[in-house]
């Protein structure tokens, strides 16, 4: 077997093991498997992988560094894929991002939100899915370099992103705590969003997505409500180490 025989195989199996993980989960709380969209991460995976996926039945990838990103986005253009940005977002890359992105799951401030929407009116191009970042550990007065909003300023950013002219306010997404209240409990966390997220539906009933849940976690968000998980590792591989 060739090596990209061989990696095909790998990636078949990884993808599979995850369709039976969000299966399962999906018929533990009740839900139809085309609630969940798997998002695949494909950070510091070559855009032949990205291909493979494609050929295996993935139409959601998603990257967290603008440079690596464009780039791969650029050699795969002519594929049917949605691409999710997933990243911290600095507004010196807002314009690079718009270029390949669907959707920006990391909003997290006015300034950010205003960026975007110049961007995106400046480029004529389609409303661009916003999803607010919610950092829940910031509920306990912790928060570390990690980006998001806070919980009580969700209702504020929310209503930015819905008047800025250029995007669509799409959902909320988290990544489970790493301190706070908490911490090592994504179930918890994900429950937390969930009532936030019902928070947002009551102003924005149009703001239904619910992104949550990782390779380690994914079963948590599912039962919790999530609509989209994000998963690397369990489809990927270990990453390799960044030198």
Not at 62 to 70: G, T
Not at 90 to 111: C, E, F, G, P
């Amino acid at each position: 077997m060739s090596a990209p025989e061989r990696r095909r195989a790998e990636l078949a199996e990884g993808l599979a093991r995850v369709e039976r993980r969000i299966a399962r989960a999906c018929e533990a709380a009740g839900r139809a498997r085309e609630s969940v969209t798997l998002v695949v991460v494909t950070k510091t995976y070559p855009a032949d992988d990205v291909r493979t996926l494609v050929d295996l039945g993935v139409r959601d990838v998603a990257e967290n560094r603008d440079q690596e990103a464009s780039a791969k986005a650029a050699a795969c253009a002519d594929l049917p894929l949605t691409w999710h940005f997933v990243g911290q977002l600095q507004t010196n890359k807002v314009r690079s991002v718009l270029s390949y992105a669907d959707y920006v799951h990391s909003v997290d401030r006015a300034k950010l939100v205003s960026a975007l929407s110049s961007a995106v009116t400046s480029a004529g191009r389609a409303p661009l899915n916003c999803l607010l970042q919610v950092a829940l550990e910031k509920e306990s007065g912790l928060g570390g370099g990690r980006g998001g909003v806070a919980p009580d300023g969700v209702g504020e950013l929310a209503a930015a992103v819905a008047a800025a002219p250029g995007l669509r306010l799409a959902g909320l997404m988290t990544v489970a705590p790493l301190a706070g209240a908490y911490a090592g409990s994504p179930d918890a966390a994900f429950e937390r969003l969930a009532e936030i997220a019902r928070d947002l539906r009551a102003d924005h009933p149009a703001a239904n997505m619910v992104s949550a849940g990782m390779s380690a976690d994914l079963e948590d968000a599912v039962a919790a409500g999530a609509t989209h998980v994000r998963v690397g590792s369990a489809v990927l591989g270990v990453r390799p180490a960044l030198g």
